[in-house]
Structure formats: C-alpha cells, structure tokens
C-alpha cells in the first residue's frame, strides 16, 4: 500500500487554487487512494491505518511554505524510510531476538503462515538444530506453501492439520505464533485458530512466543472474534448449502492469558506492556 502511495504521488499535479497544499494532499490525494485500497483491494486492516496515520503526520510535519517537488521527495524519502525501518529491518530484530529462545534439540510448533517466523525459523537454523512442526487448517491451507518453503531452506518440517494438534503437542517445546494486529491490552487477532492452538499450548504449560512488528500494534481492545472481523467467502467452506448461513471468519482473538511473550523490534515483553509500548511509541496520544 505504502509503495503504491509512492506511486500515486509521483502522479500527482500540484493544485490550482490558493491554500495549504498538505490539506490538499491529505484530503484530495490519499484519503481517496487510501478508501480505494481498503474497498476494491482488501478489507482495512490495523497495519494498514497505522501506516496511513503515519503518512498524514508526516505530511502535516512538513513545512506549509515548501515547494512542491520538494515536499514530494520528502514525503518519498520518509515512506521508504518507514517500510525500511518499520518492516524490513524490523523483521530481522525479531528474527535475532526470538532466536534466542531456540536452543538445539527444540521441537517448535507454529501456525498456518508468517513472513515474521519464516525469517526467525531461517536465521535460527543456521546456527541451531532444531525440527519445526506446521499446524494447519481448512480452508486457506496457507500452511502447505510455508512448510515447503522451510523445507527449501533446509529445516527439519512436519506438516499436520488442527486436529492432529493434541497428538504432537507433548514433544512440543515452544509455540511462536505470527500477528495480525497486537490490542492494546496483550491479546492478539491472528488468522483463525491461532487461539485453539495457544490454548493448547497454555494447558501443557508450553511458552508461546507472539512475533509482530510495532506498526501492527492498535490502541483498541476487542473482546471477542466477531467485532471489526473480517469474512471469507462462505462457498470456501461449504458450496451449495441450501437453508444454511455458513460464515468464513478469516480471524480470531487470542487472550492475553495465553501468551507467554510478546517478541518485537523494540525487544522481548510480556502483554500486559504493550499498552506501555504503545505509549512511549506515541507520546502525544494522537488519535487518527
């Protein structure tokens, strides 16, 4: 989406009229772009209205007198510098943090697909021996391309589905679970079933370690899976049900009692100080 900002503002003609320019770049410009994205190409998401929020502070940070082509190669130079930080380079901070729970002989468990625990499984297994078993469920399947590309980078895999989860779970060592967004109060939303396995995880007193970047972290607290969810398309379930709603929810909310730890680039805590991460990340308390 941020690359695709880039794009839009090099499109951009400075406006006609009189006034403040960055008015007209928020209002005119990237709030359009930024309801298009979340409408034609996928649902909005907290990762996605952080960067949003970051990109308007960014632009009305900049000063009101300043030329237009070079407020343009600003606002670039600071969007690249945002995915640079913020999202690659954070990756890598997990990727070395978390690694350090890894010892030799571990048997880690995972869940359906993550870029963030794809680059910590990567980065452990040069150093550290250890086999890493997929959890999987229907109908995305995501897991069967993660597994694969573990196995391509020479790990020791197993792949099973969600109910075989009780069967492996006593030679499980430690559980690190990828986020979609992390709330304000230590629970996490995460592709749906992450919450069956942390709990399963939790009632064999196996540490689960959540891997998530700072931008996906939200000031919300959401109580249940059902509020602000997003829906897959029933006919992936069940096709042709007559007399039957079938709903696909894509999410689910994992409570914080069930997470060990919270694994980010701002260091390794517990959940109940996100809500503290959250503060010193924005001393100001704006809402956007």
């Known amino acids: 989406m941020l690359k695709c900002f880039i794009l839009v503002l090099k499109d951009v003609s400075p406006p006609q009229e009189e006034g403040d320019v960055r008015h007209y770049l928020v209002n005119r410009i990237l709030k359009p772009s930024f309801q298009y994205w979340t409408t034609q190409c996928r649902p909005h998401a907290v990762s996605m209205g952080n960067a949003f929020s970051f990109v308007k502070q960014a632009i009305f940070s900049l000063e009101r007198d300043m030329e237009w082509n070079d407020m343009l190669v600003v606002l670039e130079d600071t969007i690249v510098a945002y995915i640079r930080e913020r999202i690659d380079f954070a990756a890598r901070v997990i990727a070395e943090k978390a690694g350090e729970k890894i010892v030799d002989g571990d048997v880690v468990l995972t869940y359906g697909r993550s870029e963030a625990i794809a ?37 020791d895999c197993t792949y099973i589905l969600m109910n075989a989860l009780s069967y492996v779970m006593p030679e499980v060592t430690k559980v690190f679970l990828g986020t979609a967004s992390l ?30 970047e700072t931008y996906k972290i939200t000031n919300r607290t959401q109580l249940e899976s059902i ?3 997003e829906m ?35 260091g390794i805590l517990p959940p109940s100080s996100v809500a503290v991460l959250l503060r010193e990340m924005n001393p100001t308390n704006a809402q956007y």
């Open 119 to 155: 680059h910590l499984f990567k980065e452990a297994a040069r150093t550290k021996d250890f086999r890493v078993i997929v959890v999987d469920s229907k109908p995305l399947l995501e897991g069967k391309n993660f597994v694969e590309q573990l196995r391509n980078a020479g790990l």
């Open 183 to 212: 709330q304000s109060d230590g629970s996490m939303l995460s592709r749906v079933g992450t919450a069956c396995v942390a709990l399963a995880a939790h009632s064999k007193h196996i540490p689960v370690l959540v891997c998530g």
């Open 227 to 229: 509020t602000n969810n």
């Open 232 to 266: 897959g398309n029933p006919q992936d379930v069940m096709e042709g049900a007559e007399n039957l709603r079938v709903i696909n929810l894509l999410y689910d909310l994992t409570p914080a009692t069930f997470i060990s730890g919270i694994i980010t680039e701002m």
